[in-house]
Nanobody, 120 residues
Framework: QVQLVESGGGLVQSGGSLRLSCAASGSGFSIDDMAWYRQAPGKQRELVAGISNGGSTNYADSVKGRFTISRDNAKNMVYLQMNSLKPEDTAVYYC??????????????WGQGTQVTVSS
C-alpha cells in the first residue's frame, strides 16, 4: 500500500505564494507519474499540474506561468510552488501518484488533500 501525505496549504492573500509538498511512503513499489489536482466547492476535481518520472511537466492553462511542479525521486516527493495566487485558486489540493508494483502493475493513489484559501 502507498500512502500520500500533503502539507503546505493555508490561508494567503491574493498575490501571495505557497508551496505544497506531497510525500509517498510504503514498500515494494516505484513511483511513476505524479500530479496535483484541486477541487473547489461545487466544482469537479481538475488537474493542476503533472510531472513524469523523467521530469516532463504539464500544466492547466489557468496556472501556467504561476505554478511550478517539481519532484525529488530519491525522496518520493512532489512539490507545487504556487506564486501570484488568486482567489479563484482557492480549493482543496490533492496529490496523486501512480505506483508501479511487481510485474508492472500500476495503481493510482490519492492523498487526503490540503486546503488552500486565497483571500482578495
Amino acid at each position: 500500500q502507498v500512502q500520500l501525505v500533503e502539507s503546505g496549504g493555508g490561508l494567503v492573500q491574493s498575490g501571495g505564494s505557497l508551496r505544497l509538498s506531497c510525500a509517498a511512503s510504503g514498500s515494494g513499489f516505484s513511483i511513476d507519474d505524479m500530479a496535483w489536482y484541486r477541487q473547489a466547492p461545487g466544482k469537479q476535481r481538475e488537474l493542476v499540474a503533472g510531472i513524469s518520472n523523467g521530469g516532463s511537466t504539464n500544466y492547466a492553462d489557468s496556472v501556467k506561468g504561476r505554478f511550478t511542479i517539481s519532484r525529488d525521486n530519491a525522496k518520493n516527493m512532489v512539490y507545487l510552488q504556487m506564486n501570484s495566487l488568486k482567489p479563484e485558486d482557492t480549493a482543496v489540493y490533492y496529490c496523486k501518484a501512480i505506483a508501479v508494483r511487481t510485474l508492472g502493475y500500476r495503481y493510482q493513489y490519492w492523498g487526503q488533500g490540503t486546503q488552500v484559501t486565497v483571500s482578495s
